[in-house]
């Protein structure tokens, strides 16, 4: 608070606000403005309002945040900091859920923020923005210091080599030729009331599918919908079969695993140990009458740390105490128990540093050798071309086109999820 009053503003990585109040309200919180004796309401709803359409968001700003998407949240936390009064601004990670077209508004506000002669230090993976918006670059391996330099003297693989240690091989892993044969997840037409409408796709054993779109297209809401998480209907196959689940256990037991976007809130209890994270979702298997084995337990821990490359000093850790790679890994180590058939992974490398997401989009491509199904929903579509076989785009809930193969490109997926080029030729 005290460096906030001195002009030192924060956008955490973390989301920071608070999940029953409105977007509004999150960001007049301890600041609010008053007309006479009472709160302005209507002031701060249209200055909320303003600052999210900087972005190109449209929200409303009497909605609660807890029913906002992970990256629509980071937008509202990066407008909270930006209506106060600022001089530094510190960005940790402000893009990690953010696809490349709000992320280039935001880069357009920092460069407004540089031109009014602001401070900005810009924390982030992704280091292709990092060459793209700093002026300085400061590179960090493991807390310490490794150089300082300026942005033009380091290329994006350089800083990665600098802040792992060592040579990266490639980032993605060689894609296998897309599969052949009938599908084995099938939706026609599916709902999701308020996100997603008339949804159709298909996957196939052995297949990569990417979900594409821009804030506030339905990509998780409508996978949410299709697993049991909340309200959906439509026609649902799984090898031919109907299919119908009413809740996300049902959805486990006939061969899913999900992995959400939203890791420290549903994906992992952050305040148990690794072992406790990592059987939940299969503890019937880990059962001995009505006791927990702890031996067997321990036993599968230890497997997934070495499958998994978990890196962690003592096993007994919290899974709080972990970085984000490594959560994201004890996340998908605690999925892979079900052996699930079918995996959907929402934004599987968000805020993790890039020796971690090598090492994520080598599991991916690893279980769809395993025969599984694989359905990627990312705000990276760097990644989604790197390793997957199809990409599906979605546009204000709707699916509105497909690339694939060797020609996949950002470009074509911009169109498609923004609607611009179709707009021009209309």
Not at 46 to 60: C, I, P, Q
């Amino acid at each position: 608070v005290d460096a906030e009053r001195r002009g030192v503003v924060l956008v955490h990585q973390e989301i920071m606000l608070a999940p029953h109040l409105s977007v509004a309200q999150n960001m007049f919180l301890g600041r609010e403005t008053s007309r006479g004796l009472t709160l302005d309401d209507k002031a701060m709803n249209a200055r909320a309002v303003e600052a999210m359409r900087a972005f190109g968001v449209e929200v409303s700003p009497t909605l609660p945040v807890e029913r906002l998407s992970i990256a629509q949240r980071q937008l509202a936390q990066i407008a909270r900091a930006l209506l106060a009064p600022h001089r530094v601004v510190i960005f940790d990670e402000p893009t990690a859920s953010l696809t490349p077209i709000e992320a280039d508004a935001l880069h357009r506000l920092i460069r407004e923020l540089k031109a009014k002669g602001v401070a900005v230090i810009y924390i982030s993976h992704r280091l292709n923005e990092v060459k793209e918006i700093a002026d300085v670059v400061t590179v960090l391996r493991d807390g310490r210091w490794v150089t300082t330099r300026p942005a033009g003297e380091l290329e994006p693989l350089t800083m990665a080599r600098l802040m792992v240690g060592r040579d990266l091989l490639a980032l993605y892993p060689e894609r296998s030729p897309p599969p052949e044969g009938p599908p084995v997840f099938e939706v026609a037409h599916f709902n999701a009331p308020g996100f997603a409408a008339d949804a159709s796709f298909s996957v196939r054993r052995g297949e990569i599918l990417g979900f594409s779109g821009l804030v506030g297209a339905g990509r998780t809401e409508l996978f949410e919908a299709l697993l049991g998480l909340r309200p959906g209907h439509g026609e649902i196959r799984v090898r031919g079969a109907p299919k119908r689940w009413p809740n996300a256990r049902a959805a486990m037991a006939s061969g899913f695993a999900y992995l959400t976007e939203d890791r420290k809130g549903k994906g992992l209890l952050l305040a148990e140990n690794l072992a406790t994270n990592l059987t939940l979702a299969a503890l019937r298997g880990f059962q001995r009458g009505p006791l927990v084995d702890r031996a067997r337990e321990a036993d599968a821990l230890d497997g997934a740390i070495e499958r998994f490359d978990i890196r962690v000093g003592d096993s007994s850790l919290l899974a709080g105490q972990l970085s984000g790679g490594n959560q994201q890994k004890l996340l998908l180590a605690k999925m892979m128990l079900i052996d699930p058939e079918i995996v959907v992974i929402d934004e599987p490398t968000r805020g993790i540093d890039i020796g971690a997401k090598q090492q994520i989009y080598r599991f991916i491509a690893a279980l769809a050798a395993e025969g599984r199904s694989v359905i990627v929903i990312s705000s990276e579509m760097a990644e989604l071309i790197g390793v997957c076989h199809r990409i599906v785009v979605m546009r204000a809930g709707r699916i509105v086109g497909e690339v694939s193969g060797e020609a996949m490109n950002e470009h074509d997926i911009v169109v498609l999820a923004t609607g611009v080029e179709d707009q021009a030729n209309g």
